[in-house]
Structure formats: C-alpha cells, structure tokens
C-alpha cells in the first residue's frame, strides 16, 4: 500500500503538461486535438481525389504530348481502344505523328496511338476524302473552302495548299475532279500519293494522279483498271477479274508502261467478278494481293505474286465492302462490324480477331491507318477489346466511388462529432 500511496501523491504533485485541471479546457483541448486529426483525414482524401482526377479525369481531356521517338521518326503502335472522350478538341499543327483517322458520320476525326482523338475540321464534311501517311507523319485531305488540297506535315506544322480542284456542286472549274469514293494510296517511302482523281473535261487522258507530297507537284498516270496500291516506289499495282477462277495484276510504271503483267489462279471461284474501288489491296512487305468477293460469300482470297507459291481462299462474314482491305504487317484484314462500329478484322484462320475496339456509341464506319501503326505493336489496354460497358467508364466509376466515400465519411463524422458541454456558472 505504500507504494501505491507513493505513486498516488507522484501523481498528484508532478502533473503532466496534457492533464488539464479544469474541465473546460480539456475540453478545448481534446476538440482541438480532433480537429487537427480531421484535418488530416481531409488532406488525405483530397491527396486522393488530386490522384484520381489526375489518372481519370486527365487523360479524358488533356492533349497527350507528341508520338513517335523524338528524332524524327514515325509512328510504331496503334491504339486496341478507341472510346469516350468528354472534349474532342481541334487537331493541333504539331501533335506529333497519329496512328489513323476514323469516320463518324459526316465527320472525321484523328487518332493517336493511345486512342486520343482530335476533330479534323469544325465542320460537317464525309467528302475530306483524307489520307494518312504510312509513318503517320503527313495527312492529306479536301478542304471545301476554298476548295484546295491540303498536305499537313503533323510534326513540323507545315502546310502545302493546292488549288485546281472541281466543286462538284459548281459549273465545271479546276484542272481536276477527285473523286471522295475511291481510296488514295501511299507509296512505301511514303513520298508520294496516289489520288482517285481525273482532269475534267478538256483533257485528253484517262487515269489517275500522282502527288509529291514534299513539293506538291502533280503528275497524270494513265493506268488502266483498279487500283491495288504500289509495287514499289515508282510503280503500281492495277487489277481486273477477267473470269470468275482468275485475277489479272498488271504493275504499270508512272510513265504508263506496263512492267509486268501476271495472271493469278483463285484458289476457287468467286462469286462476283466485279472487284470494285475496295476490292483488293496489294502488300509490297509480302508480295501478295488481297482479293475481296463481293458476291454473296464473302470469300476472301491470298494470292502470293511469287512464283511457286499456294494461293489460298477463305471466307469471312459480315465483311462491309465500302472500306478499303488492307495489311497489319504480313497480315491481312478486312473491315466488319461489331455492333454498330465497323473495324478491322483479321482474317487469316486461327488468327480471327478484331485489331481494335470501339464504343459503340461512337458508331464509327471506316477506319483509315497508319502502315507502320498496323505494323508496329499494340498499345494494351487492361479490358482488352471487351465492349462491356462498364470497361469504358471504369475511370468514372472509380471517381463515383470515391466521392461516395468522402461523402459517407463525411456525414458520419458529422452526425458522431461530440458536443461541448454547457457548464453552469459556479
């Protein structure tokens, strides 16, 4: 017991600082000790709402900074999703090279490697009739007004206008009518491109014409049936279906002669020998052609310009025959719908698989890409291509939750906040 008695007197004469003889004021002190920890408690709420908007709501909004390797070079990946975007804003001069252009009704719009996308023009135009680059650096498209064609250097900001071009909407003007429903084709180096155009009335030739991008100089290519793409650097691709088990490929130089001239067995009939403007695509990488049927099947044919090699037929559904085919690298795909967007398919059996996704609330129709963006890696998203909707608003829900937490923490800390007590006056 003395002990005890001993502690007990300590306790009595060498009062720690924190104990407060008077009630009041301990209570003041306890209110401000709660305080500073429920200012703490805020601060750490705010730390993580800062974090989310910056992880959520940033990349909804803000520009990404320019693609490519910084000395210069193209484009090297491709986005597998593309979807909700709260501003689309104007696409810069500079914004560094893209991976494709997407169509959404009237209007088209740029897309980034990461799936950024940027209004082409303000205005309501499906008649752009654009092309982009194979290393994503230059686009080129119809401006209406005035009626030129622009050639837009994306990493320097460059410019080059050409006018000339007939207003179908007008009395005949212009040295040329290009045409907004036939693909353009870029040549490998990507130095020139060739245009779905024709002098108008008044010219004696038939064909199509060739611009050089660095200078805008034009030059008239008689060539005869469709267009496939280019062989190499001066040189083109033209093909016709003679007969329903046949493709003939002609390559053609710029001055209009024929090189060489190559008859290509089908692996079996198809059913439409009408090839049309989207019917076929030639890769330079594989030396092959890409054959679309447009009949009721909708085969799709492999045909290796190589002597020796087996061609091969395959058939697809749902192919939309209004966008071009074309080659991710060494594969090949054709455009189908999921839901209401159209979108790359590769087709090659037991590599079946869409290349991207999209909302569907976009509904976008043709896509149009970079070679290289195709032919370089993938920029994986954590969904995949799931089209779930709850894939697409991930951001949204998590920033949801988040204000739903602060707010509960906030009204229990409201509702469990102690009162000061009332003392009366001694």
């Given at each position: 017991?003395?002990?005890?008695?001993?502690?007990?007197?300590?306790?009595?004469?060498?009062?720690?600082?924190?104990?407060?003889?008077?009630?009041?004021?301990?209570?003041?002190?306890?209110?401000?000790?709660?305080?500073?920890?429920?200012?703490?408690?805020?601060?750490?709420?705010?730390?993580?709402?800062?974090?989310?908007?910056?992880?959520?709501?940033?990349?909804?909004?803000?520009?990404?900074?320019?693609?490519?390797?910084?000395?210069?070079?193209?484009?090297?990946?491709?986005?597998?999703?593309?979807?909700?975007?709260?501003?689309?804003?104007?696409?810069?001069?500079?914004?560094?090279?893209?991976?494709?252009?997407?169509?959404?009704?009237?209007?088209?719009?740029?897309?980034?490697?990461?799936?950024?996308?940027?209004?082409?023009?303000?205005?309501?135009?499906?008649?752009?009739?654009?092309?982009?680059?194979?290393?994503?650096?230059?686009?080129?498209?119809?401006?209406?007004?005035?009626?030129?064609?622009?050639?837009?250097?994306?990493?320097?900001?460059?410019?080059?206008?050409?006018?000339?071009?007939?207003?179908?909407?007008?009395?005949?003007?212009?040295?040329?009518?290009?045409?907004?429903?036939?693909?353009?084709?870029?040549?490998?180096?990507?130095?020139?491109l060739l245009l779905a155009a024709s002098p108008v009335v008044g010219h004696d030739f038939e064909g199509r014409v060739v611009v050089?991008?660095?200078?805008?100089?034009?030059?008239?290519?008689?060539?005869?049936?469709?267009?496939?793409?280019?062989?190499?650097?001066?040189?083109?691709?033209?093909?016709?279906?003679?007969?329903?088990?046949?493709?003939?490929?002609?390559?053609?130089?710029?001055?209009?002669?024929?090189?060489?001239?190559?008859?290509?067995?089908?692996?079996?009939?198809?059913?439409?020998?009408?090839?049309?403007?989207?019917?076929?695509?030639?890769?330079?990488?594989?030396?092959?052609?890409?054959?679309?049927?447009r009949g009721r099947r909708s085969g799709v044919h492999r045909l290796p310009l190589t002597a020796g090699t087996e061609a091969r037929?395959?058939?697809?559904?749902?192919?939309?025959?209004?966008?071009?085919?074309?080659?991710?690298?060494?594969?090949?795909?054709?455009?189908?719908?999921?839901?209401?967007?159209?979108?790359?398919?590769?087709?090659?059996?037991?590599?079946?698989?869409?290349?991207?996704?999209?909302?569907?609330?976009?509904?976008?129709?043709?896509?149009?890409?970079?070679?290289?963006?195709?032919?370089?890696?993938?920029?994986?998203?954590?969904?995949?291509?799931?089209?779930a909707w709850w894939a697409w608003y991930w951001r949204e829900l998590l920033i949801g939750a988040a204000l739903a937490i602060a707010?509960?923490?906030?009204?229990?800390?409201?509702?469990?906040?102690?009162?000061?007590?009332?003392?009366?006056?001694?």
């Open positions: 017991m003395n002990k005890l008695h001993e502690a007990l007197d300590d306790l009595t004469t060498y009062v720690p600082e924190h104990v407060q003889m008077d009630a009041g004021e301990a209570w003041r002190s306890g209110r401000r000790r709660r305080t500073r920890r429920h200012a703490g408690n805020v601060a750490a709420v705010v730390a993580v709402l800062a974090l989310l908007a910056g992880a959520v709501v940033l990349p909804r909004v803000v520009e990404p900074p320019p693609a490519g390797n910084g000395d210069g070079g193209g484009v090297t990946s491709y986005p597998t999703r593309i979807g909700h975007q709260w501003f689309v804003g104007d696409l810069p001069d500079r914004p560094g090279p893209v991976a494709a252009l997407i169509q959404r009704g009237p209007t088209w719009e740029v897309v980034s490697p990461t799936g950024h996308r940027w209004m082409l023009i303000e205005e309501d135009d499906a008649d752009l009739s654009p092309a982009l680059s194979p290393d994503g650096t230059t686009l080129v498209w119809l401006d209406r007004s005035p009626r030129e064609l622009v050639i837009h250097d994306l990493v320097t900001g460059e410019e080059i206008r050409l006018g000339g071009w007939r207003d179908p909407n007008e009395p005949i003007t212009g040295n040329y009518y290009l045409s907004t429903q036939h693909p353009h084709f870029w040549s490998p180096d990507g130095s020139k050089d991008v660095a200078t805008g100089a034009l030059t008239e290519v008689p060539v005869e049936y469709w267009i496939a793409g280019w062989y190499d650097d001066d040189s083109l691709v033209s093909v016709r279906v003679p007969r329903n088990d046949l493709v003939r490929v002609k390559l053609v130089g710029l001055d209009g002669r024929v090189e060489r001239e190559v008859d290509l067995r089908l692996a079996r009939r198809i059913s439409n020998a009408f090839l049309g403007q989207w019917g076929a695509a030639y890769s330079p990488e594989t030396d092959e052609l890409l054959v679309v049927d037929s395959f058939d697809v559904e749902a192919v939309d025959e209004t966008c071009a085919p074309g080659w991710a690298g060494d594969e090949p795909y054709v455009t189908r719908y999921q839901g209401s967007n159209a979108l790359p398919y590769l087709v090659d059996p037991g590599a079946e698989r869409f290349l991207v996704t999209v909302e569907q609330q976009l509904e976008s129709r043709c896509l149009i890409w970079a070679a290289d963006a195709l032919g370089g890696s993938p920029n994986e998203s954590l969904f995949g291509t799931s089209n707010f509960g923490t906030a009204v229990l800390w409201w509702r469990r906040r102690p009162r000061e007590p009332k003392y009366a006056d001694e």
